[in-house]
Structure formats: C-alpha cells, structure tokens
C-alpha cells in the first residue's frame, strides 16, 4: 500500500500491528472503556489521548493501514485561507522590517 507514493517502512507496519491488538482488545472486550485506553496507552507508552484518536480511526474498518502515519496531504488546515493572509501581513508589517 503506498501513501502519497511512498511505501510505509516496516517499522511502521510493526507499529500500527501493535496498535491495531490493542484496539481489538479494548472495542473486543469487557472491560470499561476508560480502564482499557489507561492499559492500552501504558503498554503502547501513548497518551490516552492518542488511543482515542487511534480509535476513531481504526474504529470503522478495522484496517491496521488506518493507523499507519499520516503524510503531510492527509491533513486538514485549521485556520482560513483569510485569517492565514491576515497573519502573514502581520508579520510582514510588524516584524519583517
């Protein structure tokens, strides 16, 4: 599988396999949600945060390619096209003389 025509590495297939376990174990488990991100965040040393946000991910198809890293295109900006140039001006005015 390529992403934005690069193969990802072994190491980040390795990585995303292990995610992935984990994650079956907690949507395939028993145990409470919040008890099963702490043990899966400590065993993967993630933050509980990161575990929510492989989740959501991973959640859907349950694809191990879900997890693997995200290029540089796969993002989505935060801020407007309209605040970006209002910034830039900014910066050009007040600290770029």
């Known amino acids: 599988m390529t992403l934005n025509g690069q193969e990802p590495s072994d190491e ?3 990585k995303a396999t ?12 028993t ?18 945060r990161q575990i929510y946000n492989h ?9 191990v390619s879900s997890l693997l890293p995200r290029t540089s295109g796969a993002r989505r900006t935060r801020i407007s096209q309209a605040v970006e140039e209002i910034i830039a001006q ?8």
């Not at 145990?31 to 509980?48: G, H, N, Q, T, W």
């Not at 989740?55 to 694809?63: K, T």
């Not at 900014?90 to 003389?97: A, V």
């Open 12 to 14: 980040a297939w390795s």
């Open 18 to 29: 292990r995610i992935a376990r984990e994650l079956d174990r907690i949507l395939d488990g």
């Open 31 to 48: 145990e409470p949600m919040r008890d099963a991100v702490a043990r899966a965040a400590s065993e993967l040393r993630l933050s509980a």
């Open 55 to 63: 989740l959501s991910r991973y959640r859907d198809e349950r694809r």
């Open 90 to 97: 900014t910066l050009r005015e007040m600290w770029l003389s």
